[in-house]
T-cell receptor, first 114, second 112 residues
Framework: GDSVTQMEGPVTLSEEAFLTINCTYT??????LFWYVQYPGEGLQLLLK?????DKGSNKGFEATYRKETTSFHLEKGSVQVSDSAVYFCALAANTGANSKLTFGKGITLSVRP | EAEVAQSPRYKITEKSQAVAFWCDPISGHATLYWYRQILGQGPELLVQ????????DSQLPKDRFSAERLKGVDSTLKIQPAELGDSAMYLC??????????FGPGTRLTVT
C-alpha cells in the first residue's frame, strides 16, 4: 500500500538557520504530494503541494520539489524563524478517482530557538 | 474565511461509555473525512463521505465506531463502547471534488 516516510525527529535549530526535512514515499501511479503544518493546539494547515513530477511547491519561504526518480519531496527553508516552530507532516494523495484520502508520515517536530 | 467546525474540542470519558463527535464542513464541500491522530503519529483515515454516501470506511473499527452524514452536510462520529486505546485526536476535513482538504481544529479524546 501507499506509505510516507519522514526523517526522525525532533529537530532543533537556531533562528535564521537552514532547514531540510526529508520525506520519501511509496505509491502506485502518480500521487499528489503535500506538506502540512500543525501548530500547538490547532488542526492541520496545508503548507504547500505539488501534483506532478518536477513541480515545486512553495509558500511562506518553504519549498519542496516533487522528485519522481528518488520518490522524494524534501521540505526546505533558507532561514527559519521562531514562529516556524510546529509539527510538519508529509503526505500523499493517490488520486484514485473518488477516493482521495491522504496518507501521512509520522510528522516531525521543529523547534526554533531565538 | 470559511472553516471546518468541530465540537467538542476536548472530551474525557470513562472506558465502556459512549462518545460522539460532531463536524460541520465548509459550506458546499461535498467530501468529508474523519481522521484519527494518535499522539506522535500522523493522521489516519477512518471514513470518507461523498455527500451522504460512504466512499471508504475500510479502516473504521465497525464493531465500536459508526459515522453518519444523513443530509450530506454535517457529520457525527460515534464510539460505543470507548476503549483506552481510542484516546487520540479526531480530525475532520472537507474538500470540493479532488481539491485541497481543509481541516478542523480536532477533538482531543481521553479515555480513562
Amino acid at each position: 500500500g501507499d506509505s510516507v516516510t519522514q526523517m526522525e525527529g525532533p529537530v532543533t535549530l537556531s533562528e535564521e538557520a537552514f532547514l531540510t526535512i526529508n520525506c520519501t514515499y511509496t505509491a502506485t501511479g502518480y500521487p499528489s504530494l503535500f506538506w502540512y503544518v500543525q501548530y500547538p493546539g490547532e488542526g492541520l494547515q496545508l503548507l504547500l503541494k505539488a501534483t506532478k513530477a518536477d513541480d515545486k511547491g512553495s509558500n511562506k519561504g518553504f519549498e519542496a520539489t516533487y522528485r519522481k526518480e528518488t520518490t522524494s519531496f524534501h521540505l526546505e527553508k533558507g532561514s527559519v524563524q521562531v514562529s516556524d516552530s510546529a509539527v510538519y507532516f508529509c503526505a500523499l494523495a493517490a488520486n484514485t478517482g473518488a477516493n482521495s484520502k491522504l496518507t501521512f508520515g509520522k510528522g516531525i517536530t521543529l523547534s526554533v530557538r531565538p | 474565511e470559511a472553516e471546518v467546525a468541530q465540537s467538542p474540542r476536548y472530551k474525557i470519558t470513562e472506558k465502556s461509555q459512549a462518545v460522539a463527535f460532531w463536524c460541520d464542513p465548509i459550506s458546499g464541500h461535498a467530501t468529508l473525512y474523519w481522521y484519527r491522530q494518535i499522539l506522535g503519529q500522523g493522521p489516519e483515515l477512518l471514513v470518507q463521505f461523498q455527500d451522504e454516501s460512504v466512499v471508504d470506511d475500510s479502516q473504521l473499527p465497525k464493531d465500536r465506531f459508526s459515522a453518519e452524514r444523513l443530509k450530506g452536510v454535517d457529520s457525527t462520529l460515534k464510539i460505543q463502547p470507548a476503549e483506552l486505546g481510542d484516546s487520540a485526536m479526531y480530525l475532520c476535513a472537507s474538500s470540493s471534488w479532488g481539491d485541497e482538504q481543509y481541516f478542523g481544529p480536532g477533538t482531543r479524546l481521553t479515555v480513562t
